[in-house]
């Protein structure tokens, strides 16, 4: 009776240890699971993070060439005519490559604009008894005729004799400004126009006033040409419609962006792309009125602006 239970006790207490022994192996294999999903997320998460400072490497590196490539488009149209590229001092380049293609097709048409510049030659001449020179002496000045017309200034140290012209209507056209210094005595015996382009400057500063039957009209360039006959004129000003592209390259990443800003700018002859550069010829370039916004050489007036992402 005894052996039997001691038996019993000795079957029991093996069979408790065998299940430890199959508990303990269980919790093994979890554990080594459990550490090999722990290990497949981390690395996960390793290349995620890798990927994603690579995603944003790429576009810091593309909105650096965005900023450089509009950057220095707007410096270059600021700078217009010049076309040379700034330096890294003025314009941070990020270490970027920049280049504006062939800058000498950067003009896309010019215009000249209508009454500038001084005219040729008229076909309406002077008859002061002065002479049209440019350093001519006028006092008390007489003219025939019923219409004179100069280029340049008029400066009389008197005052014209308009009532020495003949029919009628009485004129003067000045392709500049006008001074009468004394405007008392035989100046109002006559009905006369005084048209000039400048203005009316000092006049009766010697004494008098400026008659009532003697009108001052200022009139512009086209209108002064018109009524003169003006020949072609010499130095005359411009409207050229420009388009300024810049390229930045990254050469890490190769992310690429080209700004492109098309403009209008007023300039001379000298300040102005050439003609072959705009693809005119003297015979067949196109004269227009002038832009309200653009009244003065070196003025520019940006027509559009936009950027192209590679």
């Keep these: 009776m005894f052996k039997q239970q001691k038996f019993k006790f000795l079957l029991k207490k093996h069979r408790q240890v065998n299940t430890m022994h199959r ?70 380049n990020f270490g970027q490559t920049v280049s504006t293609g062939n800058q000498s097709n950067a003009c896309v048409t010019k215009t000249i604009i209508e009454g500038s510049g001084t005219p040729g030659f008229l076909a309406c001449g002077w008859t002061g008894s002065a002479g049209s ?19 340049g200034d008029y400066v009389d140290e008197e005052h014209p004799h308009l009532h020495h012209m003949s ?52 009139v512009t360039q086209a209108q002064f040409n018109t009524a003169t006959g003006a020949g072609p004129s010499l130095d005359s000003d411009y409207y050229s419609q420009v388009e300024i ?35 005119v010829t003297d015979g067949n370039i196109v004269s227009v009125e002038e832009d309200p916004w653009l009244t003065s050489n070196g003025s520019r007036r940006v027509l559009y602006s936009y950027l192209e992402i590679d």
């Excluded at 001074?179 to 126009?193: Q, S």
């Design 133 to 151: 020179g440019i350093n001519a002496y006028r006092d008390h000045e007489s003219f025939s005729g019923n219409k004179s017309c100069l280029v």
């Design 167 to 218: 029919g009628s209507p009485k004129e003067l056209w000045i392709n500049g400004n006008i001074t009468v210094k004394y405007c008392g005595g035989c100046f109002d015996d006559a009905v006369a126009t005084i048209y000039y382009t400048g203005s009316n400057i000092d006049s009766c500063s010697y004494g008098g006033s400026w008659p009532s039957v003697v009108s001052t009209v200022k």
């Design 245 to 279: 592209r810049v390229t930045s390259t990254d050469p890490v990443s190769g992310a690429t962006a080209t700004a492109v800003k098309g403009f209008k700018y007023r300039g001379d002859s000298d300040g102005s792309p050439t003609n072959s550069q705009c693809d």
């Design 23 to 92: 508990q303990n192996g269980a919790l093994l294999l979890v554990a080594m699971m459990m550490l090999l999903i722990l290990s497949l997320l981390g690395f996960g998460t390793v290349s995620t993070t890798n990927i994603d400072l690579q995603i944003a490497g790429n576009q810091q590196r593309q909105n650096e060439a965005e900023l450089v490539a509009e950057n220095t488009v707007n410096y270059l149209v600021e700078n217009y005519p010049s076309l040379t590229l700034p330096s890294n001092a003025i314009v941070e």
